[in-house]
């Protein structure tokens, strides 16, 4: 079936807490389809009586996704427009609904996303951190091991980590990242974003791991977890501009500018070195100029 008389899979975020954030055309796609998948339809119902819509729901979630798609493809093929919701924020992310998406493409339905609220661009916008470039992580394993394990596995990324977090998790959450990135890194958490007792804690995390564990309320509701990302390594200007990048501290730098180098004038490598590798412009144009030199 074509395209033109297929119906559409609508992607629809909805509030994650405060009700005013249903956008007025996420409202019309929900009155208007034939059919709603919804994360949890009990949940779904309450959101969808507040504001009289009456469509229909099925239930789709990560047990059912799987067996639940195929189903749901038929059905737009046939014409029926679906919206997929989660129970709070934007399907997909960190919640169920990729299955379904996917699905959808490779069959040829048309997927229209209806943008709005999402927890971890929410925090990222009033986090006080950096958000030209960052990296989101979801969950974390709820074991302390495999926790540790990934955590690990992050220490040396530059850009900013958001994280999604459980509340009785977050202060053994804070204590590993401490542990991991050190007790320096600045954090921000989120709690309770555009609901009535949201708080925004900022600090190191040492300081938000002692305020998690003395501050009753800081483990309460939905939380969003923000680390800021490793600092850059000195750069082999700084560390001495006789070192060798791959002896010293700009090896990374130097792996940049050696490619950039081959393609570009100095003056552009090294301005793009310095972007890609976090580090000041001068210095970038330094250890170029003595790459220059060595060649």
């Known amino acids: ?37 919804a994360e949890d339809t ?17 239930s789709l979630h990560d047990h059912n996704e799987a067996q639940r798609a195929p189903e749901l493809v038929q059905r737009m093929q046939s014409g029926a427009s679906i919206a997929l919701v989660s129970d709070a924020g934007t ?14 493409a490779a069959a040829g339905i048309e997927v229209v996303a209806i943008p709005g609220p999402c927890a971890a661009v929410a925090a990222l916008s009033i986090g006080g951190l950096p958000t030209d470039r960052f990296c989101f992580e979801g969950f974390l394993p709820a074991r302390g091991s495999a ?4 955590l690990d596995e992050l220490k040396g990324e530059p850009r900013t980590l958001v994280f999604y977090e459980s509340p009785h998790r977050v202060i053994e959450t804070l204590e590993d990242c401490a542990a991991a990135f050190g007790a320096a890194r600045p954090a921000t958490v989120a709690r309770e974003i555009t609901k009535l007792y949201e708080t925004t804690y900022r600090g190191t995390l040492s300081e938000l791991a002692a305020r998690a564990a003395a501050d009753g309320d800081f483990i309460r509701g ?10 850059a390594q000195p750069s082999a200007g700084e560390a001495g501009a006789g070192e060798s990048g791959a002896d010293g501290h700009g090896g990374a730098l130097d792996r940049v500018l050696k490619i950039l180098l081959a393609e570009l004038p100095l003056k552009q490598a090294a301005h793009l070195a310095a972007k890609i ?16 030199r060595e060649d």
């Open 1 to 37: 079936m074509s395209i033109a008389t297929a119906g559409r899979l609508y992607v629809v975020a909805t509030p994650i807490g405060n009700l005013g954030d249903l956008s007025p055309r996420a409202r019309e796609v929900l009155s208007t389809c034939a059919l709603i998948a």
């Open 42 to 58: 009990r949940h779904t119902g309450t959101l969808l009586k507040a504001f009289g819509v009456a469509t229909p729901l099925l």
């Open 91 to 104: 399907p997909a992310i960190s919640d169920p609904g990729f299955d379904l998406v996917r699905a959808a």
């Open 147 to 150: 926790r540790r394990a990934r």
């Open 222 to 231: 939905e939380i969003v977890l923000l680390v800021g990302g490793a600092p």
């Open 277 to 292: 590798a976090q580090v000041r412009d001068n210095e970038a144009y330094k250890r170029a100029l003595y790459l220059k």
